[in-house]
């Protein structure tokens, strides 16, 4: 851990990455986007980690947003994703075993980007419909690929989110439990990777699980200042504000 974090200006950054992925899992789901370059950017040059180290912060952060959004029944529009995302984390699966892993950036950035652009299509157009089932499908297939190769599936199920036209904490309680569960059932992948000799593309390793052990207050508390903020945002704020996060993630994903 001290090779990882070796100064106080290394804890620190590291300590505003937790609060952000807490703050991000309970009240605005687009700042999710910031914490992956941003710890790989601390974690220089031992940034490959990054990933790896991240996916134990999401999963405390989904815990306590599963805790604090437990009496919303908004989770079953999206369990009919779940069988397309596990294609979709096989296929994520197969990728990071077969080409580097910064080929994929682009195509994550890309992909957002025309997700964005066919959600203000269909409001220019008045379309006020959910999207149907092979969409959701396609969105299923494309979550899956995107979060296991750099934990990266936010942004896309923003837009997807978004396109369900449901209330903001509706909105948040579906994201909530849903990465709960790919979350989990990535950290099998994640290990599985490490121990098969595949540690320079992805790695839980003792030194970054002690670490993440001492950024959990820092999520907790994130998590809970953002059950807090988000009561006090506007509908049509949040959704605004969830296309331009969703636009900067998918930018910067470009132009990685």
């Known amino acids: 851990m001290i090779d990882l974090l070796p100064t106080p200006w290394h804890w620190a950054n590291a300590i505003g990455i937790a ?32 990933v790896g180290a991240l996916l134990p912060l999401l999963i405390c952060a989904d815990i306590m947003a599963v805790w604090l959004y437990r009496k919303n029944p908004a989770v079953h529009h999206l369990w009919k994703l ?108 994640y290990i599985g990777l490490s121990e098969f000799g595949h540690g320079t593309k992805l790695m839980i390793t003792g030194q970054t699980l002690l670490m993440d052990a001492c950024l959990v207050p820092a999520v907790v508390l994130g998590s809970l200042v953002g059950r807090r903020i988000i009561p006090l945002i506007p509908q049509r704020t949040f959704e605004a504000v969830m296309l331009i996060l969703a636009a900067a993630a998918a930018v910067g994903l470009l132009l990685k």
């Open 19 to 50: 609060f952000v992925v807490g703050a991000a899992k309970t009240g605005v789901p687009g700042l999710g986007f910031l914490a992956v370059p941003w710890l790989a950017w601390v974690l220089a040059p031992n940034s490959l980690l990054s």
């Open 82 to 189: 779940l069988p397309w995302v596990l294609i979709g984390m096989a296929a994520g699966t197969a990728l990071i075993l077969a080409l580097p892993q910064e080929r994929f950036n682009a195509a994550i950035g890309g992909t957002v980007m025309v997700m964005i652009a066919v959600h203000l299509w269909r409001k220019w157009r008045k379309r006020n419909d959910p999207p149907g089932h092979a969409v959701g499908a396609g969105v299923g297939i494309i979550a899956g690929t995107t979060t296991t190769l750099a934990n990266a599936a936010g942004p896309v199920m923003n837009v997807y989110l978004l396109a369900q036209r449901m209330p903001k904490e509706d909105f948040i309680a579906a994201g909530a439990w849903f990465f709960f569960t790919v979350n989990l059932m990535k950290l099998p992948i």
